[in-house]
Structures are given as structure tokens and as C-alpha cells.
T-cell receptor, first 114, second 113 residues
């Protein structure tokens, strides 16, 4: 059981380049999330998808777009990377019940924008 | 942002000692969760406590919740060097139907052999 799988694990981009971070989960969860983690800032929500076909902005959506391709996959796209987007990105999934359920996280993508 | 805030930011103890971390939050919640993150890895869920619960145990972990004070604590008993990690609290906000979690900035726990 793989859980949540993110690719790539590491990436270096030049300013202005674009890229897509991929995420897939095999737990049949309805909800999926993209977070970024910066030193001393905890995790900040970029975008989330409550269910297949829906996406919503989180705390820090500027500069990002997402696609919920199907129930399993939720991708995050940086259209024109900026140094401020240097961060560690985590994808997560959960099955909400009475409030948020237990979230399962991928191993992260370490992105550096130079 | 309606996130939890952990206290202390960093905690350093010897093996065998107990470690206590606290979390305060601002809004009414459905539940509060604790997560652990080893260096360079993703977060791993430890325990979930619902708003109508006051205490919960899981192995060496004990979580308490005081909704009147909007605070929670995580106690790790008989700490081991392998418990060295960052610990985060996350709140599920009452009224949110989207399963969204609000994370604090974490407590860095170091357990010395």
C-alpha cells in the first residue's frame, strides 16, 4: 500500500520556468491538499480539493494552479517560478468525517528556484 | 490564519524523561490532531482527539484537550532518541465541511541518548 506518492522528490528551476508537481493516492480518499513548508512557518495550505471535480484556494494560492485529474490524482503547477516559491511541497489526502479526518502525507518535493 | 500555536518552539531532554508540548488555538474545533515529522520526511499522524473528548492515549502518547481554554497538550512518556522530530498540532475548524486542517509551526524535540 503506497499511500500518497509525490514526484519529483527534488527539483531545481530557473526563475520563470514552469513545472508540475504530481501527487497520487491509493486510499480512495475524497479530499486532497497541497501545502508548502518553509522554515519557522509550519505548513501553509496552497490549494485543496474536497472531492473530484472541485478545487479551492487555501492561504497562499498566488503563483500556483491545480488540477484534480481524477479521484486519485491532484497536481500542482507553477506557471512562472519565482525564488519566493523555493520551499518544500507536501501533498496530502484524507477522508473527512466529523470534521477533518486523519491526513496522509507524501514524502515531499524539495524545490529550489534560482 | 486560524492555526494552532505550539509551545515551546524547541525542547531538549534526556532519554527516559517525559516530553510535554502544548498547543493553543483560536476557534471552535471539531477535532485536534497531532503529527510528527522526522527530518526530511513527510508528516505522520499520531493521534486525533475530538472536541467532546478530554484525554486520549496511544502507547507512550497522552493527549489532553481543554476546549474552554482552547488548548491541548501532547505528553510523550519515557522518551527515546528515536522520538527526536518536529511535532505539529492541527485543528479541524467547526463549521468546515471540507476537511481542512490548520497547522501550527511545530515543536522541535531533541532527545539525547
Amino acid at each position: 500500500n503506497a499511500g500518497v506518492t509525490q514526484t519529483p522528490k527534488f527539483q531545481v528551476l530557473k526563475t520563470g520556468q514552469s513545472m508540475t508537481l504530481q501527487c497520487a493516492q491509493d486510499m480512495n480518499h475524497n479530499s486532497m491538499y497541497w501545502y508548502r513548508q518553509d522554515p519557522g512557518m509550519g505548513l501553509r495550505l496552497i490549494y485543496y480539493s474536497a472531492s473530484e471535480g472541485t478545487t479551492d484556494k487555501g492561504e497562499v494560492p498566488n503563483g500556483y494552479n491545480v488540477s484534480r485529474l481524477n479521484k486519485r490524482e491532484f497536481s500542482l503547477r507553477l506557471e512562472s517560478a519565482a525564488p519566493s516559491q523555493t520551499s518544500v511541497y507536501f501533498c496530502a489526502s484524507s477522508e473527512p468525517g466529523q470534521g477533518a479526518g486523519e491526513a496522509f502525507f507524501g514524502q515531499g518535493t524539495r524545490l529550489t528556484v534560482v | 490564519s486560524q492555526q494552532g500555536e505550539e509551545d515551546p518552539q524547541a525542547l531538549s531532554i534526556q532519554e527516559g524523561e517525559n516530553a510535554t508540548m502544548n498547543c493553543s488555538y483560536k476557534t471552535s474545533i471539531n477535532n485536534l490532531q497531532w503529527y510528527r515529522q522526522n527530518s526530511g520526511r513527510g508528516l505522520v499522524h499520531l493521534i486525533l482527539i475530538r472536541s467532546n473528548e478530554r484525554e486520549k492515549h496511544s502507547g507512550r502518547l497522552r493527549v489532553t484537550l481543554d476546549t474552554s481554554k482552547k488548548s491541548s497538550s501532547l505528553l510523550i512518556t519515557a522518551s527515546r532518541a528515536a522520538d527526536t522530530a518536529s511535532y505539529f498540532c492541527a485543528t479541524s475548524q467547526r463549521g468546515s465541511t471540507l476537511g481542512r486542517l490548520y497547522f501550527g509551526r511545530g515543536t522541535q524535540l531533541t532527545v539525547w541518548p
